[in-house]
């Protein structure tokens, strides 16, 4: 697995009916206690044979808390096919989930991630095409195109193996004013980054999320016809964000 996620646990739980039933009862005592809205459920790097089992899962949990009156949520890999090879992806059935649940958040990101090479975390042509698979397979009003609240930092010459520094989009920004790099900005994944060396010499590469590459991502789920958008995650504060929130859309409700 992958960020604390286990492929092993998952499918402890998922091939475990009293596993499951503890886990469900810790849901609902957590959902009363902080009077949440509802849950997403988010497991990843699931074992391909486990498919059905989580889609079981799924149905059991909508089965419990759908009458409660709670909303219910699931966090699907950015898929490009229906087929598409691979542990994040294998497990995680589109057309099933986005039958059962009320939102699918994609997981539009991390394209740029902390083991790969310099690039941005959401290439908007990248996500393109997945939006592109995902309107065939779940009804687009139940769609929320996942975004970025984060960047990375890379040492250059990119080294397989090593790993690039999670960075703040307001981190960056006074990274490179105090550097004194210049913010450049990628035409084709509509996304900022900038260059610029360390104190031991060695070459940097920042990518991260402004307002442009906030609003191209904002006029795609437009352009779909999504449900919304979702963050990952909302703790960093990103003041560019929310004054493009609020040009764009009537805000609700401010947590």
């Known amino acids: 697995g992958g960020g604390g996620f286990s492929s092993d646990i998952a499918h402890a739980v998922l091939t475990d009916s009293q596993a499951q039933d503890n886990l469900i009862n810790n849901i609902t005592t957590t959902l009363r206690e902080k009077n949440y809205y509802g849950l997403d459920i988010d497991f990843e790097y699931i074992y391909p044979y486990d498919r059905e089992s989580y889609n079981n ?42 039958e059962l649940a009320d939102h699918i958040i994609l997981m539009t990101y991390e394209w740029g991630y902390t083991y790969g090479p310099p690039m941005t975390v959401a290439p908007i042509n990248q996500v393109r095409r997945v939006l592109d698979y995902a309107v065939t397979e779940i009804p687009p009003e139940k769609i929320m195109m996942g975004i970025p609240n984060y960047g990375y930092d890379w040492t250059l010459p990119y080294t397989p193996g090593t790993a690039a520094r999670t960075i703040s989009n307001v981190g960056a920004v006074d990274l490179a004013r105090r550097v004194g790099a210049q913010i450049q900005f990628d035409q084709t994944s509509q996304a900022p980054f900038f260059n610029y060396y360390a104190d031991d010499g060695r070459q940097h590469e ?26 990952w995650t909302i703790g960093r504060f990103f003041p560019q964000n929310w004054l493009i929130l609020n040009e764009v859309y009537d805000i609700i409700k401010v947590l």
């Open 57 to 98: 899962f799924l149905r059991r949990v909508i089965e419990t808390f759908r009458p409660l009156g709670y909303s219910i949520s699931t966090a699907l890999a950015p898929k490009i096919s229906a087929d598409q090879q691979g542990l994040l992806y294998e497990a995680h059935d589109y057309p099933v989930h986005g």
């Open 206 to 231: 920042v990518w991260f999320e402004d307002a442009r590459s906030i609003l191209a991502k904002l006029s795609l789920a437009n352009e779909f016809g999504l449900g919304g958008v979702s963050y």
